[in-house]
């Protein structure tokens, strides 16, 4: 495995930016909370106002849309109470929720084919399956329960792994003064674009802006600079639960939003080689949960240095292929070296008494493998969940009619449902009257639920139900008579969850790789990209060939991957003689 090394000269003069120099621009927003029927005049009297800044960089400074809705938005926060009412009167609601795909009457206008039009059909299943919607603020989303029950299922089963080895949860301030991010030159040049501050609290102006958390390198070191004094606080291995704020400029639900949930690993080492150690094998746990609970087939690799984290020496990546063959970068893990430690002069004393910099790791995940799991598995009938990550595994459905032996048939389905919730599957009963069994079959296949039971006043009386698969549509996803006698019913159950995990893999694995094509020529490459597939040959470009690359064909590098097919070869693009393949594609 090629080793991490930092990007950058030895003597080179490091110049920090000022707040001015990276085309920091302030804007008011007014934030309120409180009844619904508040007027904006009744909440400037109360004071009930903060003011926050937008931070952008010079990038953006051309772009007279933006800087147009950072002038308005005070008065579009003063008037969020008659936006509400105006929709409450069945007017048009905002662009957002229209291509949410919600119409004038507010009902749902159903679930877009992915072949028609892949993009719809995500925003369709997002909203249909309720697990998220559009926030009041551009660019945020609200995570629905049952959005949230899949970050839950993605949190419960990686914060065990990371417990299993020795990780400790802990939590870190939201708001990070902005000298921090200035202490790491590259740090904060990758992340002015997106940081969003606060300059004023309490009414009044704050002696130094603060950053609302983009990432926590920096106020992490911050107390790991207190808490390290010797080898024997080594290695120090720290995870927090959060939520962090970008100010993307194009958003999507769980993909790319202003503010998202994560989780951020930080550690800290003696010596660089456990550092590099750690950041793989934080990278491992993450392609096993892809792969054994999302089943997302990833290709495990290695940045290249234009895509590598700001302030790192390099960075490693787990990237999924999407159904519309796009790629998603799933989860990262970076090698920071001692660069964040010579800035805030993280040191301890060794064994021999001398003071040396730690070596540091960070990694991370976050919502948007929420989104990469639906662009995986989804059809156009809804969301297809894998078994082992699912909220709800298994949903048992009374068929009756009133006046038919209801109470018999209600009788075996909770008695079904008792059986399988002591068996430790997650169960739910859905024996409400008010809806029919087909409308309810529809609602749980649009959910994504693994298993169906349905259980009649026929099987009552032969003591069986019908099981069906949500991999599998239709009739043929079913199995008939199947017995509800306990320890049958469990082995049958548990079987069927089982294939089903393998098959959401399997097919994932089997579409992924039909669509990685090997090319020799930088005109293959082009064609591959142009037919939406991802393009594999051996790399020795450079940055700039790297970005040569990216504005003609709109593939970025995704990555060096581990699994290499050894041996040398000849560059497509370069002709020159390569060591490592590399894979290029689009993505989100």
Not at 48 to 75: G, I, Q
Not at 226 to 239: A, E, G, H, K
Not at 290 to 312: C, N
Not at 479 to 495: C, I, M, N, Q, R
Request: with cysteine; hydrophobic share 35%.
């Amino acid at each position: 495995m090629v080793q991490c090394q930092r990007h950058r000269v030895p003597g080179d003069v490091v110049r920090v930016p000022n707040q001015q120099s990276l085309g920091l621009k302030s804007t008011n927003i007014f934030y309120h909370r409180g009844k619904k029927n508040m007027t904006s005049s009744v909440l400037h009297r109360v004071g009930m106002r903060l003011r926050f800044s937008l931070a952008v960089s010079a990038h953006y400074d051309n772009s007279s849309t933006f800087h147009r809705r950072l002038s308005d938005s005070s008065r579009k926060y003063s008037s969020t109470v008659a936006h509400a009412q105006v929709k409450a009167q069945g007017k048009k609601g905002s662009k957002q929720q229209q291509q949410q795909g919600k119409k004038k009457d507010g009902s749902s206008g159903g679930i877009t084919s992915r072949e028609e039009d892949f993009s719809r059909w995500y925003l369709d299943v997002v909203r249909e399956a309720q697990l998220a919607d559009y926030g009041p603020v551009r660019g945020t989303m609200v995570i629905r329960p049952s959005g949230f029950a899949l970050w839950e299922s993605i949190q419960s089963h990686l914060d065990a792994e990371f417990k299993a080895i020795g990780v400790q949860n802990a939590y870190f301030p939201q708001l990070i003064p902005i000298s921090f991010l200035q202490k790491e030159a590259e740090h904060v040049e990758g992340f002015a674009p997106e940081l969003a501050l606060v300059t004023q609290g309490g009414g009044k102006e704050l002696e130094e802006p603060l950053a609302v958390r983009p990432t926590s390198e920096t106020i992490v070191n911050h107390m790991f600079s207190q808490w390290v004094q010797s080898y024997r606080d080594l290695p120090l291995l720290i995870n927090q639960w959060a939520n962090v704020h970008r100010w993307e400029m194009r958003t999507r639900p769980f993909i790319r939003n202003l503010e998202f949930l994560w989780q951020e690993g930080h550690t800290a080492h003696a010596t660089p080689e456990e550092a590099e150690e750690q950041t793989v094998k934080m990278l491992r746990v993450y392609e096993s949960f892809a792969r054994d609970i999302a089943a997302m087939p990833v290709v495990a690799g290695r940045k290249s240095k234009r895509e590598s984290f700001a302030g790192a020496n390099c960075t490693y990546t787990i990237e999924a292929m999407m159904q519309d063959k796009r790629a998603l970068q799933a989860g990262t893990s970076h090698n920071l070296g001692d660069n964040f430690a010579r800035a805030f002069k993280t040191q301890y004393l060794d064994e021999n008494g001398e003071r040396k910099h730690v070596h540091q790791s960070s990694w991370g995940v976050s919502t948007r493998l929420v989104g990469g799991i639906i662009m995986t598995h989804g059809d156009d009938q809804g969301l297809r969940l894998p078994p082992k990550m699912a909220p709800t595994q298994i949903v048992v459905i009374p068929i009756a009619k009133k006046g038919m032996d209801i109470d018999s048939v209600l009788e075996t389905t909770r008695n079904v449902y008792s059986t399988l919730t002591k068996a430790g599957f997650r169960t739910v009963l859905d024996d409400s009257l008010d809806r029919t069994p087909g409308w309810k079959f529809n609602n749980y296949e649009l959910k994504g639920v693994p298993i169906r039971i349905e259980i009649g006043p026929r099987d009552v009386e032969s003591g069986s139900c019908v099981v069906a698969r949500r991999d599998v549509v239709g009739k043929e996803g079913k199995t008939f008579g199947v017995s509800t006698e306990p320890d049958a019913l469990v082995g049958h159950v548990s079987k069927v969850l089982d294939e089903i995990q393998e098959s959401l893999l399997s097919s994932a694995l089997q579409f992924r790789d039909e669509n990685i094509v090997d090319v020799s020529s930088y005109d293959e490459l082009k064609s591959v990209i142009e037919s939406g597939r991802w393009a594999r040959g051996y790399w020795a470009g450079t940055d700039d060939d790297e970005l040569r690359v990216k504005e003609e064909t709109s593939a970025s590098l995704r990555c060096f991957p581990f699994d290499q097919p050894g041996g040398n070869g000849v560059c497509f693009l370069t002709g020159q003689e390569a060591t490592e393949v590399a894979i290029f594609a689009k993505a989100y």
